[in-house]
């Protein structure tokens, strides 16, 4: 199965900024995930964007989906301490069995 | 009511135990999974598992098995435990007949292995 990886693999910013990460891979597929994971917790899951859209918007998150490119990006709107987190992406492989398949994710720091 | 529950949440053996993990979902899901998260974060899965069909990570070693005893839980066992094994593991869950929709996650079952 592919995974997603996201880059840059660590974000610092201040707060008020946005913060934009990037997610790659390498097959067709049916949707990507976006996901949040606070220190010591589990997966959150933040947004979906399927294939045939192109982006979306979920309070101050927003995600495009550029499938000829492979690749997708999140970005945060006037960021906030509590942003602070690892962001993943998830994706699955079309015309199989749906795993959500992870990388290593993006970690940000928003400072106060 | 937590969604998706793993327990212990913390766990320190000795190498060449046999340990279990529980996983319990009260989501009604039909499919659930296990990951692997290492040091560096990366996060693999190793089992996918149905009432149709178990996908094992061809990467993943035989010391490890989902035992699912109903529909709600997926158990993992790990026998001979070994130093590499040290991580946190992660139970999550999905809707197989809707796949277009998010999976949940437990809190983590932190495994230290000395």
């Known amino acids: 199965s592919q995974q997603g990886e996201e880059d840059p693999q660590a974000l610092s910013i201040q707060e008020g900024e946005n913060a934009t990460m990037n997610c790659s891979y390498k097959?067709?597929?049916?949707?990507l995930q976006w996901y949040r994971q606070n220190s010591g917790r589990g997966l959150v899951h933040l947004i979906l964007?399927?294939?045939?859209?192109r982006e979306k918007h979920s309070g101050r998150l927003r995600v495009t989906l550029d499938t000829s490119k492979k690749s997708s990006s999140l970005l945060i709107t006037a960021s906030r301490a509590a942003d602070t987190a690892s962001y993943f992406c998830?994706?699955?492989?079309?015309?199989?069995?749906?795993?959500?398949?992870f990388g290593r994710g993006t970690s940000l720091i928003v400072h106060p | 009511d937590t969604a998706v529950s793993q327990t212990p949440k913390y766990l320190v053996t000795q190498m060449g135990n046999d340990k279990s993990i529980k996983c319990e979902q009260n989501?009604?899901?039909?499919?659930m999974y296990w990951y692997k998260q290492d040091s560096k974060k990366f996060l693999k899965i190793m089992f996918s598992?149905?009432?149709?069909?178990?996908?094992i990570n061809e990467t993943v070693p035989n010391r490890f098995s989902p035992k699912s005893p109903d529909k709600a839980h997926l158990n993992l066992h790990i026998n001979s435990l070994e130093l590499g094994d040290s991580a946190v593991y992660f139970c999550?869950?999905?809707?197989?007949?809707?796949?277009?929709?998010?999976?949940?996650f437990g809190q983590g079952t932190r495994l230290t292995v000395v």
């Open positions: 999550a869950s999905s809707s197989y007949l809707e796949p277009n929709t998010e999976a949940f």
């Open positions: 964007i399927r294939s045939n859209e």
């Open positions: 598992y149905n009432n149709k069909e178990l996908i």
């Open positions: 989501l009604g899901h039909d499919t």
């Open positions: 998830a994706t699955d492989a079309s015309g199989g069995s749906y795993i959500p398949t």
């Open positions: 097959t067709s597929i049916n949707n």
